[in-house]
C-alpha cells in the first residue's frame, strides 16, 4: 500500500482505490491532507498493466476461443490489476516526469 511521503502514513487498500478513480492527477493524503503524486515508476506500471487485457485477444488469435472465453478472461485480468495495482503505488510530494 501506498505510504505518505510527508507524515508516513500507510494508505488502507479503500482509501487507495477511492484516490485511484478521481481525475485528478494528485492524490490526497487522508491523514495530513497533503498533495501526493505518483513516481515515475508507478506511473510506468501502471502505464504497461492494461495492455495485459489484450492478452485474450492474441491467445485468440492462436486458438479460437468462444465469445464467452474471451471476454471472461478479460474481465479476469481486469480484476486483478484492480486488486494488484495498488499495491504497487508509490508516492512522492514532487510530481515527476514519466521520461
Known amino acids: 500500500m501506498p505510504v505518505c511521503a510527508t507524515c508516513c502514513h500507510q494508505w488502507s487498500f479503500k482509501e487507495t482505490m477511492r484516490a ?6 494528485s492524490m490526497t493524503c487522508p491523514n495530513c491532507r497533503q ?5 515515475s515508476v508507478s506511473r510506468k506500471r501502471g502505464a ?3 495492455f495485459l487485457i489484450l492478452i485474450p485477444m492474441l491467445l485468440n488469435a492462436f486458438f479460437d476461443l468462444n465469445w464467452l472465453t474471451l471476454f471472461g478472461g478479460m474481465a479476469l485480468i481486469a480484476a486483478v490489476f484492480h486488486l494488484i495495482y495498488p499495491q504497487l503505488i508509490e508516492l512522492t510530494d514532487k510530481e515527476e516526469p514519466i521520461w
Open 20 to 25: 485511484m478513480y478521481t481525475l485528478k492527477p
Open 48 to 50: 504497461y498493466m492494461p
Open 35 to 39: 498533495e501526493q503524486h505518483l513516481t
